[in-house]
């Protein structure tokens, strides 16, 4: 089984979200069809921007929590670094699937 931390927005530049999940394709699916209550589906941030992949729950929650710890700016340079044109990975995922 694969874990996964990942990150949301709402545009480019925009709101930004941090998660991790066991199941990328359904919880991806889930924030973009505004079926979870909370911070994503207030802010409309359900555009999959970035994830990667952990063999362990544990790797993938100290990362969550890294990176939500890490300022703006840095996750930002990360998603360009992985993503440059910020665009929607949750097509190429759900397919794959």
Same mark, same amino acid.
Request: proline share 4%; charged share 25%.
């Given at each position: 089984?694969?874990?996964?931390?990942?990150?949301?927005?709402?545009?480019?530049?925009?709101?930004?979200? @941090?998660?991790? /999940?066991?199941? &990328?394709?359904?919880?991806?699916?889930?924030?973009? #069809?505004? &079926?979870?209550?909370?911070? /994503?589906?207030?802010?409309? @941030?359900?555009?999959? @921007?970035?994830? +990667? +992949?952990?063999?362990?729950?544990?790797?993938? &929650? @100290?990362? +969550?929590? /890294?990176?939500?710890?890490?300022?703006?700016?840095?996750?930002?340079?990360?998603? +360009?670094? #992985?993503?440059?044109?910020?665009?929607?990975?949750? #097509?190429? &995922?759900?397919?794959?699937?």
């Amino acid at each position: 089984m694969s874990y996964w931390t990942y990150i949301l927005c709402n545009k480019p530049y925009g709101t930004l979200y @941090v998660g991790m /999940t066991n199941n &990328i394709v359904a919880r991806a699916y889930q924030h973009r #069809e505004g &079926i979870i209550a909370g911070f /994503t589906k207030r802010y409309g @941030v359900k555009r999959l @921007v970035c994830f +990667e +992949e952990y063999a362990t729950p544990g790797d993938a &929650i @100290v990362r +969550e929590k /890294t990176l939500k710890r890490w300022p703006r700016a840095w996750k930002i340079a990360l998603i +360009e670094r #992985e993503n440059p044109q910020w665009d929607d990975l949750y #097509e190429g &995922i759900a397919r794959g699937a």
